[in-house]
DNA sequence: CTCATGAGGAAAACCGGTTTAGTATGAGTG
DNA sequence: CACTCATACTAAACCGGTTTTCCTCATGAG
């Protein structure tokens, strides 16, 4: 107020310090331990600082406290992706409300125009949550060379990376167990395409997993899979709708189609709707996840719930624990999962 | 990996630039750039970067360099009825793509322990999106001492305060008017919460700007509000639940009830599936802002069309520019809503 | 009276980068 | 040959806080 001409800057730590006649010491001390000085320096300090419009730097706060206050989540695909899919948005709810609880905020790291690996050299934060990691992919040698705790959610475990995951090979058997006894033969599979996070090896990717569990039932039942039964969808609806149409438009059109993702399955759903035809009576069809939209679409969707915001919580918690060194080992956490019968699968 | 003993310590600036042999600003400009020095050195110098494992530290960086490259969403509740409520989501979608394209990460301020002004006062970024701000409000007053830009979305217009709105006072009026053409004439009306920033005058807050239009329709027609008509709603399916089971309970029941959001509306529209009533047959149900689901729900809901993934783009777009300085007064941009008349409004 | 103690506060180092100002060297020029 | 200029580099200041170290002085105990 006082200095209108010049173009407004803000006053620092030692203007205070001048303007009261104490020390930038004191002065810190006013705002952040005023039991280590005298009331009355307490009381002039504050006061200059309201009267000159004077509220500490957060940023060099941080950095002299070599902390950020915030954690980062690396999303997976571009931001509109990432957060429509209602399974990722309950993983970001799920650490959101975890930060919320240690007052930490929560950064969303898209993948910068650089790179992926350019994003997560710059990011400042105080660690890292990602989806889908493994332990070649380049990120994952930045955060080590930075040291900054990281843990994976849908990643490989391993000594190298704490992980929160299901059981993903088990569930995805089960499920296809429960197609096989419905009576479906001629099944198409849909995966998904490895994002963003391209990776040489991808033996242990979740897609991966899922996909040997569903091979594992099908040749119990002495079924081979053949190449052409299985196609790659982008996690995302309008892909689902894209998939859907192909799929229809096989000749040798399937009796179910199996997903790894309900948000896929539900543009599966209303492709066939749009082209008139039933789901389940002409076509059944099968997700991954229990979105809550699962349970509210006509016919309701055969899937596997998995709870997603409790990996989101529990990846949150430990990646606090790491970053307040409580845990020093790498961990990994199974969760429980269960297999949903509901109308969208028909016995035949 | 040769210092293993020590508890591990990350390499500086000044490690490479001992090691390597030349200056911290030799080892600087071989980072950032290249052409002020020899090929010779800059290939000496990151060599010697990548064989200690040395990061440049973002947060030092960004330090020096005044800046954060993150803008701030300041949630207007708690992070899971935020992020929860589409309407809100839609906004952080659109802020998010803006963030991308300009390389910024989007920090969530989730209202801290402390309280929000604490949040906003400690927040590490380069500006503020908030929701439903008023110029009266205390943290208008910390990021103005902050220099902080901020824009607000369904916020007051003011001078001090640059904002993206529809014209809520007419839409809710013309939305009205459906309501009492299609005959109805017992209305219950459900408001929203103040939430988080409670503010002491709330004149032109979103509610009270949607009730005056209601208010206007109603007393165009000969009507006159009775307070006991008018019910207060979290911004939540649950609340909204709730809500319509007290509607349903009271001993006057409407034809049809009003209310100023879609995620209210669709908890109304549950609570009396669950009573066994239909929608719209024996009660009518509006709603506002026409998220994805409302053209999906049995019965489509009547409401106000809002862009929401368009206000959180012009929002972020308007903050980069104060961020970049091209912009030097408060904008203030009203966008085009529509009247959405569906199944859920029944004519009398 | 002497000395230990503790309170209150200041000076200076520190966090890890960037940037300004300046130096040495060698090439080009009239 | 003296002068200018560009190149390649360094030293030191700087960003705005926190923290360590140290000084001074008043107080109380022995």
Redesign the interface.
């Known amino acids: 107020m006082e200095e209108n001409s010049t173009p ?1 800057k ?1 006053p620092t730590i030692k203007d205070i310090a001048r303007e009261s006649g104490y020390s930038k010491t004191a002065v810190s001390f006013a705002f952040n331990d005023p039991s280590r000085i005298s009331e009355k320096a307490c009381r002039q300090i504050l006061e200059t600082a309201e009267r000159l ?1 004077y ?2 730097d ?6 002299s406290l ?1 902390r ?3 954690i ?1 989540f690396l999303l997976p695909q ?3 992706f990432s ?2 899919n209602p399974y990722t ?1 309950q993983v ?2 799920g650490i ?2 975890v ?2 609880k240690y ?1 930490y ?6 993948p ?3 790179s992926i690996t350019e ?1 997560v ?4 934060v105080d660690g890292l949550i990602t989806m889908g990691m493994q332990v070649e992919m380049e990120i994952v040698s ?1 955060m080590q ?3 900054l705790p990281y843990v994976t959610i849908d990643g490989t475990p391993d000594a190298q990376m704490p992980s929160v995951n299901i059981d993903d090979e088990q569930a995805s058997y089960e499920i296809m167990r429960l197609v096989l006894e419905a009576g479906h033969r001629n099944i198409v599979l849909v995966s998904l395409s490895e994002d963003a996070f391209a990776s040489p090896t991808k033996a242990e990717s979740v897609p991966n997993k899922r996909m040997r569990g569903y091979i594992r039932a099908l040749s119990e039942a002495g079924l081979a899979l053949d190449p052409s039964q299985v196609l790659v969808s982008e996690c995302t609806m309008e892909d689902g709708i894209t998939i859907g149409k192909t799929i229809l438009a096989l000749e040798n059109r399937p009796t179910c189609v199996v997903t790894m993702s309900d948000i896929v399955a539900i543009g599966c759903i209303l492709a066939c709707k749009q082209a008139g035809l039933s789901v389940p009576d002409d076509i059944s069809i099968v997700g991954f996840d229990n979105i809550d939209e699962s349970s ?2 006509i016919p309701q969707l055969t899937t596997v719930d998995q709870p997603a915001k409790e990996k989101g919580r529990l990846a949150a918690e430990a990646l606090f624990k790491m970053i307040n060194k409580e845990t020093l080992e790498s961990v990994h956490m199974e969760i429980p999962y269960r297999i949903i019968r509901r109308e969208s699968l028909k016995k035949l």
């Open positions: 407004a803000r419009g509220i500490p957060p940023m060099a706060r941080n950095f070599r950020h206050l915030s980062g571009v931001v509109q957060l429509q948005l970001v709810l959101g409300n930060c919320e007052g905020t929560l950064t969303l790291i898209p910068l125009h650089k994003a050299r710059s990011a400042a930045v060379t930075r040291l509210c679409i």
